[in-house]
């Protein structure tokens, strides 16, 4: 009978901990969007000096160049966050720390899976006492969504630099020109 309690009791800590780490994931999502902007944004700014110092990109292809990387990086920055895994034992130390708990969750855990040996009596009160302050960890409270300031007000910036990159008239957009149409040319004699 102590088992099937202690079985149901360490499903149910569980089951708190991949919800405490489902919303940790969310809150590490929304700090890094900021992040994924400016590098994307800065990808795209030096593309836009370069083709000022040399013939390279339109000022089109510099914005699809930010659109694509911005893409690329938010689904692989993502995909990493999300898909990262984090082991059961890790993510229940984590949160003990982060919501206070004192290491109830981690030494519940530990105790139902026979790392740390101790009779059923123990086991029980400790799954017991591991649940009652896992009911009450409030990690919305503890690890709020927060929209960094200073993050955005960086994106912000690089995306007004790059506006005025992009506004303003490139000398070398002519000779960029006159290359794609000799290549289009070009590639139109040989078929």
Do not use: C, H, K
Request: net charge positive; charged share 20%; no cysteine.
């Amino acid at each position: 009978m102590a088992s099937n309690v202690t079985s149901a009791g360490e499903m149910q800590l569980r089951s708190y901990v991949i919800r405490w780490d489902r919303w940790l994931r969310l809150v590490q999502t929304i700090a890094w969007l900021p992040r994924f902007v400016a590098a994307a944004l800065l990808v795209a700014l030096i593309a836009a000096v370069l083709s000022r110092l040399r013939p390279w990109l339109l000022p089109d292809e510099i914005a699809l160049l930010g659109v694509g990387t911005f893409v690329l990086i938010s689904i692989v920055g993502i995909a990493i966050l999300w898909l990262y895994p984090r082991p059961l034992i890790e993510s229940a130390r984590r949160f003990d720390r982060l919501l206070d708990l004192r290491e109830r969750t981690t030494a519940a855990l530990e105790l139902t899976s026979g790392r740390i040996r101790t009779n059923d009596e123990l086991r029980q009160r400790q799954m017991q006492d591991a649940l009652s302050y896992a009911a009450r960890a409030r990690p919305q409270s503890s690890l709020p969504l927060r929209f960094e300031r200073r993050d955005w007000g960086v994106a912000l910036l690089l995306a007004i630099l790059l506006i005025v990159l992009l506004l303003l008239p490139n000398p070398q957009d002519n000779t960029i020109a006159q290359e794609d149409a000799q290549g289009a040319a070009l590639r139109e004699a040989a078929r």
